[in-house]
């Protein structure tokens, strides 16, 4: 809600959301590796990514997966103009509960392998160098691999792949021509995905069982492991795809924003350890009774404003009285006024949602990358950080901006256009200051930037320490320091005995997914953020 606007305000509700800044991804998939080592390396999830990243044009993971009229996942709108799952009615949902004909396959994900190392390890001397082949994780057998969850990685599979991205066929009659798969003339770049945490989750209403659940107190969607039947109509309705089977224990899983982690003040394991520090976490407040009119507006193309207007702006009083009125703590409040989200999202409005037209409204934003454009203009011998260069640079992009658009803003170049025009001027403007030149604010006043302002998104996008990235509120921690004084000595939901983990090592630490062991001090979760973060060697643990 703009600042000043008279609107009356109904339920104010709080969520932990999320920023990636797609100009600084350098694919190296460390989030992914780190996430799947905390959550989803056991039994049964081996072909499971909750963070994946994904090189674009490309066709995702599951392949194809924004295909929605194959997938039928997220919301439309009905003749009267009121939401529905896209996946069909009630009746149909309770035909196919027991056989659910819309849902990827393994070859749809990939068919997860290791290697045969005892080959390698064991083999005797001779003249032939030994192999080590391939074979399931899934059936321990031999295989061939045909496929991965980034199988078209750097441009390896983008001739042959890239063509069937949905995006590019949604926009090929238009400017198709426009967009080149041979290595030598394209170029890309990696979106890392996670589960949205949406105001409006699809995968919620879905669940027959009422299994999956959105947190009030922080808005983390999370799948209810006892209450969870297995029947994965959750799995149709996430138009994300990022709701996975447990083949193993017959349960949903999904991304659970490392709750036990935020619930402390510690940022998600992704975050941590992001080489590229793209990613900011930080507090939105929401009108939560916005909610479903926002996802019902009937231009897709509206969504994404609509999906502003529910967002309050937490430096009006108004709001901040209207929050405490409806049970939000302060430190929360707090956080929100310091959010580098709410800046990214509603502030600077650099940052867009990723496919809005899906109605789930989701709160995993992306800042589109810019830095292509300024290798181009680079090559062609102008000054590639010029902004009159680069203004004009950005309408003439191999990827052009309606395919972008068609990831962010529904087909809309508009909001997209505005993101990199604030993104080239601010490196216009900074670069002069860097080089101690005189800046021109030309540049900054015709995107509606002060130098003032330009200075400071320059700061939070480009030089962020951790706590400017991370604004996490201590409430949390208040809340899990009381609970753990009362808690049953025993592991993780997920790593119990007979659970998905099967007694493993559990998101706390090492030795927390064992029954034998009480739940880690939140004491020890800071030890952990201490080492890992302090520049001194042998600080205390």
Not at 1 to 9: K, L, N, Q, S
Not at 380 to 397: P, Q, R, V
Not at 440 to 466: H, M, N, P
């Amino acid at each position: 809600m703009p600042r000043g606007e008279a609107v009356a305000i109904g339920r104010v509700m709080a969520q932990v959301a999320m920023v990636m800044n797609l100009d600084k991804c350098i694919g190296c998939h460390t989030c992914s590796v780190t996430c799947k080592q905390t959550w989803t390396n056991r039994q049964g999830m081996e072909y499971v990514w909750f963070n994946n990243v994904e090189t674009r044009p490309g066709l995702g993971y599951p392949r194809r997966y924004e295909d929605q009229r194959k997938w039928r996942g997220g919301w439309e709108l009905n003749r009267r103009g009121r939401l529905k799952l896209r996946q069909g009615s009630r009746l149909f949902k309770l035909a196919s509960i027991f056989a659910n004909p819309v849902l990827p396959t393994l070859k749809d994900y990939y068919e997860p392998w290791t290697y045969d190392y005892r080959a390698l390890t064991n083999a005797p001397l001779g003249e032939d160098y030994p192999v080590a082949r391939p074979h399931s994780l899934v059936t321990g057998r031999p295989m061939a691999v045909e496929w991965s969850p980034n199988w078209d990685d750097d441009l390896g599979g983008a001739p042959e792949h890239a063509p069937a991205d949905p995006n590019v066929e949604r926009m090929r009659e238009e400017v198709g021509r426009r967009i080149r798969f041979e290595f030598e003339q394209a170029f890309m770049f990696y979106l890392p995905r996670i589960c949205e945490h949406c105001l409006n989750p699809a995968c919620v209403a879905a669940c027959p069982s009422g299994a999956i659940y959105k947190r009030a107190e922080d808005g983390i969607v999370l799948v209810d492991q006892d209450g969870c039947r297995g029947w994965r109509q959750c799995v149709t309705g996430c138009p994300y795809k990022k709701i996975y089977f447990n083949h193993r224990t017959g349960k949903a899983e999904k991304c659970t924003f490392c709750y036990p982690r935020v619930e402390v003040g510690l940022p998600t394991v992704c975050s941590e350890t992001c080489v590229g520090r793209l990613r900011y976490l930080g507090v939105v407040l929401y009108d939560a009774d916005r909610v479903t009119t926002a996802a019902s507006v009937a231009d897709e193309q509206d969504l994404y404003q609509a999906q502003l207007d529910v967002f309050l702006d937490p430096e009006d009083p108004e709001v901040r009285r209207a929050a405490e009125r409806d049970g939000i703590a302060h430190d929360w409040i707090e956080a929100a006024r310091r959010s580098p989200v709410h800046t990214l999202i509603s502030t600077y409005r650099v940052a867009l949602p990723l496919h809005p037209e899906y109605r789930t409204l989701p709160m995993v934003w992306y800042i589109p990358p810019l830095s292509p454009v300024v290798e181009e203009v680079a090559a062609s011998g102008h000054d590639g950080e010029d902004a009159g260069n680069l203004f004009g640079a950005i309408d003439a992009l191999r990827i052009p901006l309606e395919y972008l658009a068609e990831l962010f803003t529904a087909g809309d170049t508009r909001p997209v256009r505005a993101a990199l025009d604030r993104l080239a001027a601010m490196r216009s403007y900074m670069r002069a200051v860097n080089l101690g030149r005189e800046p021109d604010l030309t540049a900054a006043a015709a995107v509606g930037l002060s130098g003032e302002q330009t200075e400071e998104l320059f700061r939070l996008l480009a030089i962020a320490k951790y706590e400017d990235r991370y604004v996490i509120p201590t409430a949390a921690q208040a809340e899990a320091r009381r609970l753990e004084e009362s808690a049953v000595p025993q592991g993780c939901g997920l790593d119990h005995l007979d659970g998905a983990g099967e007694g493993a090592d559990g998101p706390f630490g090492a030795g927390s997914g064992r029954r034998s062991l009480p739940l880690v001090t939140v004491e020890s979760f800071h030890a952990l953020r201490r080492r890992q973060t302090d520049d001194e060697e042998g600080h205390p643990q």
